[in-house]
């Protein structure tokens, strides 16, 4: 039976969804010899689907040899994450230009797929980045904080009760008066490995406050942050904060502060490093969040299911499509090649 090199049936290639019929013959090429070509090197940016999926590839292994069924299921899930992918072909009216917009593939949605978290990380962004011109429109003096609050390594068993910790301190600190001019706030988890293999888990948290937070009074310097977080937390050390106000209101600043707060929640090279941390760590996380938002950006990160929010994540895209329309590409996950490929076209 011919497979794509990774145990998938030429059949079920076909069968997955009635969107790809032309994604058979991409599956295998075993009769017909024609060379591959890199999704790579069609399209440089999406050279990033190649490096997401083959760390899924190897994440996949690990949670398979998971004892709990839950956690083996995982991995199986994730082996057929996004194993094909199918891309609109548009062209820039103006230059002639032709990229790439993925339409149709199929996401498993597992926590720790490096493919979903950065699919998840843009779609977060983009939804970020639609919403400014409304936030900016009804609060035209309103500004940017950029605040990282951290706490001590913890033993990796040790992390779902720091994580709940860390999750009443942050309720205790939105309540504190010192607070009253954040408008708005979305915090964001990331968990890091420790090289003793401890876990390091911090908040990023950015926050959209009144432009009185800056007068008198109502401002709040690193240092009383420090201290808040520490009586919050309940600490008896001082946790390192960083706090800083996103000065350049144009898109550069503010778009930089946003991707380090919406970025991955785990280190791709975390996930591969030591997989009895990883594992344990998938436990520690299970139902726990990552994302949470407030105030008036509550709404911007109200959560959603559906494959359509992991596919449509680009930030911009204004080409449009060539007329006539151009056919869609198809790719295929190759295990061997560690790689997107298709065949050339005859």
């Not at 299921?73 to 009216?93: I, K, T, W």
């Not at 990331?190 to 401890?198: P, V």
């Not at 919406?262 to 996930?271: I, T």
């Amino acid at each position: 039976m011919c497979s794509d090199g990774g145990g998938t049936p030429l059949s079920a290639a076909i069968e997955w969804t009635d969107r790809m019929p032309k994604i058979a013959p991409d599956v295998c090429n075993h009769n017909t010899r024609r060379p591959l070509q890199n999704l790579s090197d069609v399209s440089a940016k999406d050279k990033s689907w190649d490096d997401h999926r083959s760390t899924g590839a190897d994440v996949s292994e690990i949670l398979k040899t998971a004892p709990e069924d839950w956690i083996e299921a995982q991995g199986e899930r994730l082996h057929d994450c996004s194993r094909h992918l199918l891309f609109d072909q548009l062209v820039d009216p103006e230059t002639g230009e032709i990229s790439l917009r993925l339409d149709t593939t199929r996401f498993c949605r597992v926590r720790a797929c490096p493919v979903c978290q950065w699919r998840r990380s843009l779609m977060w962004r983009a939804r970020m980045y639609q919403s400014l011109p409304e936030i900016t429109d009804a609060h035209p003096s309103g500004r940017w904080l950029f605040l990282t609050l951290t706490v001590k390594n913890c033993p990796v068993g040790d992390l779902r009760a720091q994580l709940a910790a860390m999750s009443a301190a942050w309720n205790r600190l939105r309540g504190r008066k010192a607070l009253a001019p954040v408008l708005g706030w979305v915090r964001a988890t990331e968990i890091t490995r420790g090289k003793d293999g401890s876990a390091h888990p911090h908040y990023h948290v950015l926050l959209f406050v009144k432009s009185t937070y800056f007068k008198g009074s109502s401002y709040i310097s690193q240092v009383r942050w420090t201290e808040m977080w520490r009586d919050v937390m309940r600490l008896d050390y001082d946790p390192m904060v960083d706090v800083r106000a996103v000065k350049d209101k144009g898109p550069s600043g503010l778009k930089g502060a946003i991707v380090e707060t919406l970025k991955y929640a785990v280190k791709n090279a975390d996930m591969v490093e030591d997989p009895e941390w990883f594992l344990e760590m998938t436990r520690q996380v299970r139902k726990t969040r990552g994302i949470a938002a407030g105030g008036i950006l509550k709404d911007v990160f109200r959560d959603e299911d559906g494959d359509d929010d992991l596919i449509h994540t680009d930030e911009e895209t204004d080409a449009v499509e060539a007329e006539p329309e151009l056919p869609g590409l198809s790719f295929s996950y190759r295990h061997q090649a560690r790689r997107y490929q298709r065949e050339r076209d005859a």
